[in-house]
Each structure stands twice: as structure tokens, then as C-alpha cells.
């Protein structure tokens, strides 16, 4: 069974936040928010993409939930803080331009120094988060937005670092904007077979335009990214069901099964019935379901 919910039902995100003891998931999850992970007592392994991810005790990891994703080690960990940023939230906090663009393509982004919260500062967090009053949800948007201003600027890495990078643009708050209204866009739509000019209307812009300020800032084109979203569907279906190929490029938004056969091929360099093999294998051999 498919752990996600379907990211075009998702009308409405909340900030969230869980702080318990880890466990194996069942199988891939994805969702539209940004998630953060700190673990406080020890590490934990996650599967994200085709990537086993080590996140060290006491750091805090972030990446972007759109990327099937699941825990399949929790070690010694005990106590882990487990926050949900809905992506225009986390878009709008005014971090590092290249902390956000190399999460939204896909990387993991890890906090250099460990142990930059604590057990009492996640509680408050959590609190806030079950509050009834209005001001405490502001306050709460902004604590969080803080912690990540302060990952950012203490230093981070990458679990895999760009080869090649160039400097990104400098984002005015309007320019910024209208890059998160068409990723926002192309999250919620991507298996309707978009067309580039779909997503420029989206976000009021003209398509040159839209196709320029986002290669820009994502390194890569808006039908690329669309293809990114499908295929990312496309993987989480092929691992966690039975449903026939075919079946599987319609609904993820492919014209036709060659179509979805040569892009899954181009991206993973696997055959979806490979890549549906290897999940299977992947799952045995991690001991999910067990």
C-alpha cells in the first residue's frame, strides 16, 4: 500500500511537529512539506530516493518530503523532533538561497554543528503547535523560522554536494514569490500533463520569463522538474504496489507507456520493472514489514 497522501487533495497544509521515539516506516512516505529531523540521543537511517541517509545524533536534517522517502533504521535513537513546514512557509523564512535551492532539488541538508536545540525547545514548539490562540501560531512560525535561519547561518552541508555549481541569482521577494507559487503549482498538478505556459499562467508571468527565472534558480528547466514529480510518483507506486506499469504512467501523467519507459530509464538508469525488483530486494534486505 501506498504511504502518502495524494499531494492534488492537499488543500490545506499546517505547521507540525512530533517529538517521540522513531520507527521503522512501512514503506515510502512523501508529502508536500519540508521536513525536519532531529535526532537527540543517536542516530537514524533513512532511505531517501535511492540514497541510504545517515542523520548524526543531535543534528538536525532537512529535506523536501515531494522525495519518496522512509525511515528504515532508528538505532539507539530514542527521542526524535519531527517538524512539518508547509513549502510556502519555509520558502517565505528568507534563508540562504543555496540552502533552498539545493533542498528543493532533492538533497539532504544537514547542520554542521550538533546539539543546536534541545529537548525543552522542541516541548515549547510542540505546545504552541496544539494552541488554540492565533499569536501563539504566530509565534510558534517564527521560532521555527529562526531555527532554520540559524542552521543556515552556523553552516551545512549537502549528503550530496553539486558537482559543478554556479552561483545562484540574488531573489527579489517578488521574483522569489513567483518561483514558490509555480513550484507550489507544479506539486499539486504535475499529472495532468502541464504544459510550460500553464505554469508561467499560474504564477502571472510570461513563459520565457518563467522558463529563465527558473532555470535560474533550480538549475534546471520547468519540464524537467515536471518529469522529476512524475517519475518521483512513478517510484513510489512501482515500489509500493502491484499496480501494472502501464496503469502506473497514466495516472503519474505520461501520454503513453514508451513515453514514461524512456524518461524512468533516463532518470534512474533502471527499467521500471528493474527498479520495481530492486525495491522489493531493498525491502528484504532492510527488514521492512517485519
Not at 509555480?182 to 502541464?194: D, T, V
Amino acid at each position: 500500500m501506498v504511504q502518502h497522501p495524494e499531494p492534488a487533495a492537499m488543500e490545506e497544509e499546517a505547521l507540525s511537529i512530533e517529538f517521540r521515539r522513531p520507527g521503522k516506516m512501512p514503506g515510502h512516505h512523501w508529502h508536500r512539506q519540508v521536513e525536519v529531523n532531529i535526532p537527540l540521543d543517536g542516530p537514524v537511517h533513512y532511505l531517501i530516493g535511492e540514497r541510504r541517509i545517515t542523520l548524526p545524533a543531535g543534528h538536525v536534517g532537512l529535506f523536501w518530503g515531494l522525495i519518496p522517502h522512509r525511515l528504515v533504521d532508528q538505532g539507539s535513537c530514542e527521542r526524535m523532533a519531527i517538524l512539518n513546514i508547509p513549502l510556502p512557509l519555509f520558502l517565505g523564512f528568507a534563508l540562504d538561497e543555496a540552502l533552498q535551492s539545493r533542498l528543493l532539488q532533492g538533497q539532504v541538508i544537514v547542520s554542521d554543528r550538533a546539539h543546536l536545540f534541545g529537548e525543552g525547545d522542541i516541548r515549547r514548539w510542540q505546545q504552541d503547535a496544539g494552541h488554540r490562540q492565533p499569536h501563539f501560531a504566530a509565534l510558534l512560525q517564527e521560532e521555527i523560522a529562526l531555527m532554520c535561519r540559524r542552521v543556515a547561518l552556523t553552516g551545512w552541508h549537502s549528503l550530496q554536494p553539486e558537482q559543478g555549481a554556479v552561483p545562484l541569482p540574488t531573489l527579489s521577494p517578488e521574483r522569489a514569490n513567483k518561483l514558490h507559487q509555480m513550484i507550489a503549482f507544479m506539486s499539486c498538478h504535475y499529472r495532468e500533463g502541464l504544459k510550460v505556459a500553464q505554469v508561467a499562467q499560474a504564477a502571472r508571468l510570461h513563459p520565457n520569463y518563467a522558463m529563465q527565472l527558473f532555470r535560474q534558480v533550480m538549475g534546471a528547466s520547468i519540464k524537467q522538474y515536471l518529469l522529476t514529480l512524475q517519475i518521483n510518483h512513478a517510484r513510489v507506486l512501482l515500489a509500493e504496489s502491484r499496480r501494472p506499469v502501464q496503469d502506473i504512467a497514466l495516472s503519474c501523467g505520461f501520454s503513453g507507456q514508451s513515453r514514461f519507459y524512456d524518461a524512468f530509464g533516463r532518470l534512474t538508469g533502471l527499467t521500471p520493472r528493474q527498479y520495481r525488483r530492486q525495491s522489493r530486494a531493498e525491502e528484504q534486505k532492510t527488514g521492512i514489514g517485519d
